[in-house]
């Protein structure tokens, strides 16, 4: 079953009044528990796409449906609860705050589902032992290893139970050690979660664990391989 499925999904942009096409026509559909990602060289067009998709940016022409909803259509407060929801994030540059321990930068994104303190706390370090980072909890970002905080970024993309789960360049600020030991990570947490993944990257390292591989070059998909 298409837990995403996106129809000629187009994006404009302008510079100085002239019109940019971003994406050009992208129609793809990503089953329930898969592990996709999505491939392409620096202004391809991949990174846009994913925003489109985690809501961030609406596409210029197109629809885009996930978990059965038509998200292009949404206003912004629907599109913010839709991500509360059913949305997991993993950035390349983390994205942590500084200030919190990993376990409360874990716990952070269930304040907005009005979850109790102590679940929050409790779910959190569920979490975090998942990606082995139960002697790291009461540790802030400055205290961890780039792998140990995407470590944290990756726990906090789970903790919402979230259906699907978006990762831009997640080994790109990484080490090739580290970055394959993230990506097994994430190739894991997909089989044994049964989480669908979407995962944008430049690296052909990555495309190795993948069940679709989605090639996107000048805002079209030039080729798209299922191997699941």
Do not use: W
Request: overall charge neutral.
């Amino acid at each position: 079953m298409s837990i995403i499925q996106a129809n000629n999904v187009t994006k404009d942009f302008y510079l100085n009044k002239i019109k940019v096409n971003i994406l050009k026509g992208i129609s793809i559909s990503i089953e329930e528990g898969e592990f996709a990602v999505i491939i392409g060289e620096s202004g391809s067009g991949k990174s846009t796409f994913l925003n489109i998709l985690a809501g961030l940016m609406p596409p210029t022409m197109g629809d885009v449906n996930i978990c059965n909803e038509n998200i292009s259509k949404f206003n912004e407060n629907q599109l913010a609860l839709f991500r509360r929801k059913h949305l997991g994030f993993v950035f390349q540059a983390y994205n942590l705050l500084p200030q919190f321990t990993a376990l409360e930068n874990v716990a952070f994104p269930l304040v907005f589902l009005g979850i109790s303190k102590k679940e929050r706390k409790e779910r959190a370090a569920e979490m975090l032992k998942k990606v082995g980072l139960e002697e790291r909890m009461n540790h802030k970002p400055s205290e961890l290893s780039g792998g140990q905080q995407q470590r944290v970024s990756i726990a906090r993309a789970l903790v919402n139970n979230s259906a699907v789960v978006l990762a831009d360049e997640p080994t790109g600020n990484l080490d090739s050690k580290t970055g394959v030991e993230i990506i097994e990570m994430l190739k894991e947490l997909n089989e044994k979660e049964n989480k669908t993944f979407v995962v944008v990257t430049h690296s052909q390292q990555v495309c190795k664990y993948a069940d679709k591989i989605i090639r996107v070059k000048d805002g079209l998909i030039v080729d798209e391989n299922n191997y699941n």
